[in-house]
């Protein structure tokens, strides 16, 4: 179901690297990555649209919340918690390991959001539409950011690779 698609792509890579076999291999675990439930964007989304316009006006806000960046080992070991049998392996430590660890202060304050979802409720909610059978074919591109970019959808054209160069606003 499309509705899914935000969501699965997050966590597409680590859950099919790691659930279908016992032993998966990944990056070194230390790379951090902030994490933001889809209901919560959009509450973020909604609260913009409906504060005072100079509030809002010309300002960029990470969305999320600081105890919602975790490093890639942290969200492996909450995927390694809900399937038995998979165990983590990690390569060695590369000096191209891009970290994202980001604050969301400026989004606490001006906003006065708090997200509702963590992690772990994202994560269990993929397993459970798994489960259901919600999710049968997560290797679609659908389901990679990265391909779905330089692809495309039935309903979206590619944004990478597609010879237009993109809009910016000035």
Known sequence: PRGWT?????????????????????????QWRPFVHVEDGAEVITRCLESPLDAVRGQVFNVGSDDQ??????????IEGLYPGVRLTFAPKSEREANYRVSFAKLRTALSFVPRHSLVDGVRQVQEAFASGSITHYLEDRYSNHRSLVRGSPDEPALIGNGVEPALDH
């Open 6 to 30: 935000n969501r699965v792509a997050a966590l597409r890579s680590r859950v099919r690297r790691q659930a279908p076999r016992t032993k998966p291999s990944t990056s070194s675990g230390d």
């Open 69 to 78: 960046n975790h490093t890639l080992a942290e969200v492996g070991g909450m």
